[in-house]
């Protein structure tokens, strides 16, 4: 779907080196149908950055603990400009389809379900 995002997701911008993931964003004008959000009906866009995501939603469930990632930021504190995130949602919707998410927030279970873990 497209939305107010300046950036496109491409499986194009991910690699894996030496289990290293690298995820690599550069300024490039994408352009693709996608489906607006707003109305529902497909429509084309150009968005200015192309980066990267790994979703994982369904792959695993998670009731407690400690989830740890090791992240290298690019850019500098004192620069703008970057906004680069390592975000952990609920397993309950998914983060790009904005249909299963009712336009809230993806919400999260302390129980694991078939639903949840398939």
């Not at 740890?68 to 975000?87: R, T």
Request: charged share 15%; aromatic share 12%; proline share 4%.
């Amino acid at each position: 779907y497209t939305n107010a995002a300046l950036h496109y997701y491409s499986p194009d911008n991910v690699v894996t080196k030496d289990g290293d993931m690298i995820i690599t964003t550069e300024a490039k004008h994408t352009t693709f149908v996608g489906q607006n959000d707003t109305t529902g009906k497909n429509a084309i866009s150009t968005k200015n950055f192309k980066s990267a995501m790994l979703q994982s939603w369904n792959k695993f469930c998670i009731t407690g603990g400690i989830v740890e990632a090791e992240i290298q930021i690019p850019g500098k504190a004192e620069v703008g400009g970057l906004w680069p995130a390592f975000w952990l949602l609920g397993n309950m919707a998914r983060h790009t389809y904005v249909g299963s998410t009712n336009h809230i927030w993806p919400w999260s279970s302390n129980v694991c379900t078939p639903y949840s873990s398939d």
